[in-house]
């Protein structure tokens, strides 16, 4: 399944949810948010202001969260 992490510059929780997704040898799409407005208006029509979004099929969610990190590596 894909997924795919919208970030953007000098973001503490975008870079932790990287990391972790790399322990967990998740892969993933990277999209920076400041560099695409089309993503920053799918982002926010989600319902999300702030960074990093995660989706994954149906399922999305914002920040770090490390249980929904680990359930994509299930």
Not at 48 to 71: K, L
Request: charged residues 20%; hydrophobic residues 40%; glycine residues 4%.
């Amino acid at each position: 399944m894909a997924v795919t992490v919208y970030t953007l510059p000098a973001c503490v929780q975008c870079d932790s949810t990287k990391r972790m997704m790399q322990r967990n040898q998740i892969e993933y799409d990277e999209v920076d948010m400041s560099q695409d407005p089309v993503a920053l208006d799918m982002v926010k029509t989600l319902g999300y202001t702030a960074a990093p979004v995660v989706v994954s099929g149906e399922n999305h969610w914002s920040g770090f969260r490390m249980d929904r990190i680990q359930s994509l590596s299930a």
